[in-house]
């Protein structure tokens, strides 16, 4: 659900799958791709005898696609709803720390654009448009509202640790290059990955996809003739009024945000029983709810298990382990309000300044267990599939012979060797098709090979001579990245769940332990393990984008090259625009790098980030000794629960995983500031299962819609707020903080 706490946001509950097992049944996927299918309204009765999701969709009677789908029109459209979910990426990235992909934002808007352009003869704009067009949309759109995730984590980390000097304003230059390594080192290097993630061992391995696959179903639905277009339509009507009611109330609300976005109930109270109550204990816990659409919308889009395995870690996390911490003196609160004696109860249990030097908050000591058991689960699961690893290692060895083979063949020399491997092609079962894209419509090996090649010689110069760091890390940071991206890819096809949150925590364990006594000073660590974090988190996120978008083309007949350049485009205006958009915010809102208090912005990805980077470079910050052993059991305890699930409930027992809790789900409540998204996420979810089971067909129409128009809607009403503050008529200046804790909200 991304670098940060992003995208780890589960759909479901995670199916591994055996293999070499032609006979196991997936419930537990069935059941999540159904639910996505169900959200694009598809007949599941009528096509799940025949779908077979592993091969190209069967295109309705008379959509065909002649003219060449890589459009002018196309990339455009792409790429200005990519800069829309870019920019509202930045703001609910650095408010909540997660971030959305662009994908059913631009396939569904995107429809309704071309279909428009293409009814009339303006060269160019108009012209027939298929379905795959509208996929090299969603691609271009995916590139341009991508990488955003570096800027809402471990780049705003080193100002807030004073690692980096000067503004981020002064640091433009600097800034897009680092976003132009991160992107395009992704983007190049998981392009030959295609073949063996899509193809070779999809089936085997169960790798769904689920949002792509619902990506691609959408879009065939949408261009199924006559009907398609109504239903087209009726989903375009419902996103685009969310996404409006998203803005305006996003926007409005900033003039009156304790009456239209946050509700603190037990402030309220307080203030009725006239500042006597007991009920500041509990609104200092973060227990109030915010109106906010982004989160309905996401629970709407995650499904209950996640949604109540999120509020649950955070009924363990806020309302249990956290106070009892308190209460026993192994943490602290801050006051939030020292002159008024009507708010002496109030406190803040999320800080994480002056690490160190005193006693820790709960946050801080809960952030422990909330990464051990993102790092502990992710990697079991990719562990646990120990069969693909070796499949993987063979085919990358037999590509290498091939490449090895043809280039002796060419000088006139032979290998036995060389020529017996390169001739052996290998594969993971039999009923395996062969690519649909033929060789002229895939991506040449010189170009993504120079490309590799290219990013990083300029990465290693860059990352030297801007930022500090030699050249052996870098290298290090991009062999990090491709290992994150094989785990995330992988993870995110079974359980649309991308483990980044994880990998970049993990990134940064690595680099504390490269730069331990390497004579860097504390500071100088500290940027080098944000910005090596930065490059193979930001890698794996840009990889993890273009695989998705490869399986929503051939599901979809796209050729692989077309959406490649579609991406690239998009990735290179991201290039600027998430660097611009950062300055934006930073601007408007200093209070992101500096920390303060009371601030329109929480970033708990910049200060988990920040955390982490101490917690490995200082020897005066550490790890509280009761949190890392509470955190040594709980990763074992996630590792437990993956072995048993993948092992034991097999066969007839597998219908019970939908049951088992979703620990990335739990872990974030623990990484969290506090439950206020959990419990809009929540919300969203309870009204999307109260919707289906009222009435389903409206839901199947409209529901996945009116999600990601509440998501987008609200991101894009947060810019417009930030422009808002720059001008000095924001809701700070004139609106009202009624219903708000002393003012403050």
Same mark, same amino acid.
Not at 69 to 77: F, G, M, N, Q, S
Not at 664 to 689: D, E, K, N, R, Y
């Given at each position: 659900?991304?670098?940060?706490?992003?995208?780890?946001?589960?759909?479901?509950?995670?199916?591994?799958?055996?293999?070499?097992?032609?006979?196991?049944?997936?419930?537990?996927?069935?059941?999540?791709?159904?639910?996505?299918?169900?959200?694009?309204?598809?007949?599941?009765?009528?096509?799940?005898?025949?779908?077979?999701?592993?091969?190209?969709?069967?295109?309705?009677?008379?959509? %065909?696609?002649?003219?060449?789908?890589?459009?002018?029109?196309?990339?455009?459209?792409?790429?200005?709803?990519?800069?829309?979910?870019?920019?509202?990426?930045?703001?609910?990235?650095?408010?909540?720390?997660?971030?959305?992909?662009?994908?059913?934002?631009?396939?569904?808007?995107?429809?309704?654009? %071309?279909?428009?352009?293409?009814?009339?003869?303006?060269?160019?704009?108009?012209?027939?448009?298929?379905?795959?067009?509208?996929?090299?949309?969603?691609?271009?759109?995916?590139?341009?509202?991508?990488?955003?995730?570096?800027?809402?984590?471990?780049?705003?980390?080193?100002?807030?640790?004073?690692?980096? &000097?000067?503004?981020?304003?002064?640091?433009?230059?600097?800034?897009?290059?680092?976003?132009?390594?991160?992107?395009?080192?992704?983007?190049?290097?998981?392009?030959?990955?295609?073949?063996?993630?899509?193809?070779?061992?999809?089936?085997?391995?169960?790798?769904?996809?689920?949002?792509?696959?619902?990506?691609?179903?959408?879009?065939?639905?949408?261009?199924?003739?006559?009907?398609?277009?109504?239903?087209?339509?009726?989903?375009?009507?419902?996103?685009?009024?969310?996404?409006?009611?998203?803005?305006?109330?996003?926007?409005?609300?900033?003039?009156?945000?304790?009456?239209?976005?946050?509700?603190?109930?037990?402030?309220?109270?307080? *203030?009725?029983?006239?500042?006597?109550?007991?009920?500041?204990?509990?609104?200092?816990?973060?227990?109030?709810?915010?109106?906010?659409?982004?989160?309905?919308?996401?629970?709407?889009?995650?499904?209950?298990?996640?949604? *109540?395995?999120?509020?649950?870690?955070?009924? *363990?996390?806020? $309302?249990?382990?956290?106070?009892?911490?308190?209460?026993?003196?192994?943490?602290?609160?801050?006051?939030?309000?020292?002159?008024?004696?009507?708010?002496?109860?109030?406190?803040?249990?999320?800080?994480?300044?002056?690490?160190?030097?005193?006693?820790?908050?709960?946050?801080?000591?809960?952030?422990?267990?909330?990464?051990? @058991?993102?790092?502990?689960?992710?990697?079991?699961?990719?562990?646990?599939?120990?069969?693909?690893?070796?499949?993987?290692?063979?085919?990358?060895?037999?590509?290498?012979?091939?490449?090895?083979?043809?280039?002796?063949?060419?000088?006139?020399?032979?290998?036995?060797?060389?020529?017996?491997?390169?001739?052996?092609?290998?594969?993971?079962?039999?009923?395996?098709?062969?690519?649909?894209?033929?060789? &002229?419509?895939?991506?040449?090996?010189?170009?993504?090979?120079?490309?590799?090649?290219?990013? *990083?010689?300029?990465?290693?110069?860059?990352?030297?001579?801007?930022?500090?760091?030699?050249?052996?890390?870098?290298?290090?940071?991009?062999?990090?990245?491709?290992?994150?991206?094989?785990?995330?890819?992988? @993870?995110?096809?079974?359980?649309?769940?991308?483990?980044?949150?994880?990998?970049?925590?993990?990134?940064?364990?690595?680099?504390?332990?490269?730069?331990?006594?390497?004579?860097?000073?504390?500071?100088?660590?500290?940027?080098?393990?944000?910005?090596?974090?930065?490059?193979?988190?930001?890698?794996?996120?840009?990889?993890?984008?273009?695989?998705?978008?490869?399986?929503?083309?051939?599901?979809?007949?796209?050729?692989?090259?077309?959406?490649?350049?579609?991406?690239?485009?998009?990735?290179?205006? $991201?290039?600027?625009?998430?660097?611009?958009?950062?300055?934006?915010?930073?601007?408007?809102?200093?209070?992101?790098?500096?920390?303060?208090?009371?601030?329109?912005?929480?970033?708990?990805?910049?200060?988990?980030?920040?955390?982490?980077?101490?917690?490995?470079?200082?020897?005066?910050?550490?790890?509280?000794?009761?949190?890392? @052993?509470?955190?040594?059991?709980?990763?074992?305890?996630?590792?437990?629960?993956?072995?048993?699930?993948?092992?034991?409930?097999?066969?007839?027992? &597998?219908?019970?995983?939908?049951?088992?809790?979703?620990?990335?789900?739990?872990?974030?409540?623990?990484?969290?500031?506090?439950?206020?998204?959990?419990?809009?996420?929540?919300?969203?979810?309870?009204?999307?299962?109260?919707?289906?089971?009222?009435?389903?067909?409206?839901?199947?129409?409209?529901?996945?819609?009116?999600?990601?128009?509440?998501?987008?809607?609200?991101?894009?009403?947060?810019?417009?707020?930030?422009?808002?503050?720059?001008?000095?008529?924001?809701?700070?200046?004139?609106?009202?903080?009624?219903?708000?804790?002393?003012?403050?909200?």
């Amino acid at each position: 659900m991304a670098s940060t706490m992003e995208s780890t946001l589960a759909k479901t509950q995670v199916r591994p799958a055996e293999f070499n097992d032609h006979t196991v049944q997936t419930p537990t996927l069935e059941k999540d791709l159904n639910e996505k299918i169900d959200a694009i309204n598809v007949d599941t009765e009528v096509v799940e005898p025949d779908l077979d999701l592993y091969v190209p969709l069967k295109m309705e009677n008379g959509v %065909v696609d002649d003219r060449n789908p890589l459009t002018i029109r196309a990339v455009l459209v792409g790429i200005c709803l990519g800069c829309l979910v870019n920019a509202s990426n930045l703001y609910l990235g650095l408010k909540t720390g997660f971030i959305f992909s662009a994908n059913i934002f631009g396939a569904i808007f995107g429809y309704g654009i %071309v279909k428009g352009l293409s009814k009339t003869k303006l060269p160019i704009l108009g012209g027939s448009f298929g379905p795959q067009e509208n996929s090299i949309i969603q691609a271009a759109a995916t590139g341009a509202g991508g990488i955003s995730g570096i800027f809402v984590a471990g780049i705003p980390a080193m100002y807030l640790l004073g690692a980096q &000097e000067g503004n981020p304003k002064d640091n433009f230059g600097a800034i897009i290059t680092i976003t132009l390594v991160c992107s395009f080192f992704g983007l190049f290097f998981v392009t030959p990955l295609r073949k063996f993630f899509v193809i070779q061992v999809a089936r085997e391995l169960k790798l769904l996809f689920p949002t792509p696959t619902a990506v691609a179903l959408t879009i065939k639905s949408m261009h199924a003739g006559a009907a398609g277009a109504r239903e087209a339509l009726s989903k375009l009507k419902a996103l685009a009024l969310a996404f409006s009611l998203a803005l305006v109330q996003r926007v409005a609300s900033y003039y009156a945000v304790g009456i239209l976005y946050d509700w603190h109930v037990f402030t309220w109270i307080h *203030i009725w029983s006239n500042y006597t109550s007991w009920a500041m204990n509990i609104e200092s816990w973060g227990w109030y709810f915010e109106w906010t659409p982004a989160f309905i919308g996401s629970g709407i889009l995650i499904g209950m298990n996640s949604a *109540i395995s999120l509020f649950g870690g955070a009924i *363990i996390a806020w $309302a249990i382990i956290g106070p009892a911490l308190v209460h026993y003196g192994e943490c602290i609160g801050i006051h939030q309000v020292d002159d008024d004696p009507r708010w002496e109860d109030w406190y803040s249990f999320a800080s994480l300044s002056n690490l160190g030097h005193e006693t820790p908050s709960p946050r801080y000591w809960l952030l422990w267990p909330g990464v051990m @058991i993102m790092v502990c689960s992710s990697m079991a699961e990719l562990f646990v599939q120990y069969k693909v690893i070796g499949f993987a290692g063979r085919v990358v060895w037999q590509k290498i012979c091939a490449n090895l083979n043809t280039l002796l063949v060419k000088s006139g020399k032979h290998s036995n060797y060389l020529a017996s491997h390169a001739a052996r092609e290998v594969k993971a079962a039999d009923n395996i098709i062969e690519d649909p894209a033929p060789p &002229e419509e895939q991506v040449k090996m010189w170009m993504w090979s120079t490309g590799l090649v290219v990013t *990083i010689v300029a990465g290693i110069l860059i990352f030297k001579y801007q930022w500090g760091m030699e050249p052996g890390l870098t290298i290090l940071a991009c062999v990090l990245g491709f290992l994150f991206s094989f785990l995330a890819i992988q @993870i995110g096809a079974v359980t649309d769940q991308t483990p980044l949150t994880a990998a970049s925590k993990a990134s940064q364990l690595v680099f504390g332990a490269a730069t331990k006594n390497s004579g860097f000073s504390i500071k100088a660590a500290q940027r080098v393990n944000l910005v090596a974090g930065g490059l193979a988190s930001g890698g794996a996120d840009v990889a993890t984008s273009l695989t998705s978008d490869f399986r929503t083309g051939f599901l979809l007949g796209t050729p692989p090259i077309k959406q490649w350049y579609a991406q690239a485009c998009g990735t290179l205006i $991201a290039v600027f625009l998430a660097p611009g958009m950062f300055i934006l915010f930073t601007t408007a809102y200093p209070c992101i790098l500096d920390g303060s208090d009371h601030c329109a912005f929480a970033v708990p990805s910049v200060a988990a980030w920040a955390a982490v980077a101490q917690a490995v470079t200082d020897p005066a910050v550490s790890i509280p000794l009761k949190s890392g @052993i509470f955190s040594i059991v709980m990763g074992a305890v996630s590792i437990a629960q993956v072995v048993f699930r993948h092992f034991y409930l097999v066969g007839p027992r &597998e219908k019970y995983r939908e049951y088992l809790p979703n620990w990335g789900a739990i872990a974030l409540s623990f990484v969290l500031p506090s439950p206020v998204f959990t419990t809009a996420a929540m919300f969203g979810a309870l009204c999307a299962f109260i919707w289906r089971k009222w009435k389903l067909s409206s839901f199947e129409l409209y529901g996945y819609a009116v999600a990601a128009g509440f998501i987008a809607g609200e991101g894009l009403g947060g810019v417009i707020g930030a422009a808002l503050e720059i001008g000095g008529v924001s809701g700070d200046v004139l609106g009202t903080t009624l219903g708000c804790p002393a003012g403050y909200c």
